[in-house]
């Protein structure tokens, strides 16, 4: 644990999971669903610093989530001293300690007369995936790069086309059974002419890239000038295991990638291995 300062959010860890609970709170599930979920999925069992689950219960009093046991198990933790404790023992000087403890005491207050809880997000239809696997697109490229879809034109990003590059989409999902992701992988086609979806299917794959995933917004698509070729039936078996080194799902929609993030040309520093083939039934 890198400390930063006294601060609540001094650390990365801290900054981490507070990211994490601002794309969860948008799910529609209860504060006790949600706090069942960090806990499982980024809190565990093992030895972790305390005050994650003083960060876990400020997030929920600030965003009005109600949930008693998020706030029982981070008053715990302040009472019983185990956060101070950790950063003496991490290093942290009398000083910042002081500090510290003005920053829980603020904190507990807050948790002990929370604010009224607000709504929740409704359940309804999940947001639409705008990728199905199997689909092969073709996108323009500027020295083997897609365009950077977060700007919203090609003049803004300077992007001047000069080649192009195709992908495959190999599987989609969602991550906490809620938001949509797509494992994505880059073809080895020729650069000087729009790709066919023949052409795409007998491309190979790029040694050193893999595939990715990402988080597809229809409106980054569309900046992206991804063009449909064509679609084709992969083996799942064969699509899981060539999947296994990927970043998580939910690590993935946190991060937010883009799918002009993840694709690229053909580049010759990027040797062939495989291909789409090797993935068909």
Same mark, same amino acid.
């Given at each position: 644990?890198?400390?930063?300062?006294?601060?609540?959010?001094?650390?990365?860890?801290?900054?981490?999971?507070?990211?994490?609970?601002?794309?969860?709170?948008?799910?529609?599930?209860?504060?006790?669903?949600?706090?069942?979920?960090?806990?499982?999925?980024?809190?565990?069992?093992?030895?972790?610093?305390?005050?994650?689950?003083?960060?876990?219960?400020?997030?929920?009093?600030?965003?009005?989530?109600?949930?008693?046991?998020?706030?029982?198990?981070?008053?715990?933790?302040?009472?019983?001293?185990?956060?101070?404790?950790?950063?003496?023992?991490?290093?942290?000087?009398?000083?910042?300690?002081?500090? &510290?403890?003005?920053?829980?005491?603020?904190?507990?207050?807050?948790?002990?007369?929370?604010?009224?809880?607000?709504?929740?997000?409704?359940?309804?239809?999940?947001?639409?995936?705008?990728?199905?696997?199997?689909?092969?697109?073709?996108?323009?490229?500027?020295?083997?790069?897609?365009?950077?879809?977060?700007?919203?034109?090609?003049?803004?990003?300077?992007?001047?086309?000069?080649?192009?590059?195709?992908?495959?989409?190999?599987?989609?999902?969602?991550?906490?059974?809620?938001?949509?992701?797509?494992?994505?992988? /880059?073809?080895?086609?020729?650069?000087?002419? *729009?790709?066919?979806?023949?052409?795409?299917?007998?491309?190979?794959?790029?040694?050193?890239?893999?595939? /990715?995933?990402?988080?597809?917004?229809?409106?980054?698509?569309? &900046?992206?000038?991804?063009?449909?070729?064509?679609?084709?039936?992969?083996?799942?078996? *064969?699509?899981? /295991?060539?999947?296994?080194?990927?970043?998580?799902?939910?690590?993935?929609?946190?991060?937010?990638?883009?799918? /002009?993030?993840?694709?690229?040309?053909?580049?010759?520093?990027?040797?062939?291995?495989?291909?789409?083939?090797?993935?068909?039934?």
């Amino acid at each position: 644990m890198g400390t930063w300062s006294a601060a609540l959010y001094g650390d990365d860890d801290a900054c981490d999971l507070r990211d994490t609970i601002a794309l969860v709170a948008k799910l529609p599930r209860s504060g006790d669903q949600l706090f069942d979920l960090l806990r499982e999925r980024e809190l565990g069992d093992g030895d972790i610093a305390p005050a994650l689950w003083v960060v876990v219960a400020d997030q929920f009093e600030r965003r009005g989530i109600a949930c008693e046991a998020a706030f029982s198990r981070a008053l715990q933790v302040i009472e019983s001293g185990d956060d101070l404790a950790w950063l003496r023992e991490a290093g942290m000087d009398e000083k910042d300690l002081k500090k &510290r403890i003005a920053v829980l005491a603020e904190v507990e207050a807050r948790l002990r007369a929370p604010r009224p809880p607000k709504p929740r997000p409704k359940a309804g239809k999940p947001p639409a995936n705008p990728l199905q696997a199997g689909e092969v697109y073709a996108f323009p490229t500027m020295r083997h790069v897609a365009v950077n879809s977060w700007f919203p034109s090609w003049e803004e990003a300077r992007f001047v086309p000069d080649g192009w590059g195709a992908c495959v989409v190999l599987a989609t999902g969602r991550a906490f059974d809620w938001l949509p992701w797509a494992a994505v992988e /880059s073809l080895g086609v020729d650069t000087d002419r *729009k790709p066919t979806f023949d052409d795409a299917v007998a491309a190979p794959f790029f040694a050193g890239q893999g595939p /990715s995933r990402c988080v597809p917004r229809k409106l980054q698509m569309q &900046r992206t000038g991804l063009s449909l070729l064509g679609r084709v039936t992969l083996d799942a078996a *064969k699509v899981d /295991s060539h999947l296994a080194p990927t970043t998580s799902p939910e690590r993935t929609v946190m991060a937010g990638w883009a799918i /002009s993030s993840v694709v690229l040309g053909w580049g010759r520093a990027r040797p062939p291995r495989g291909g789409l083939a090797d993935l068909l039934p």
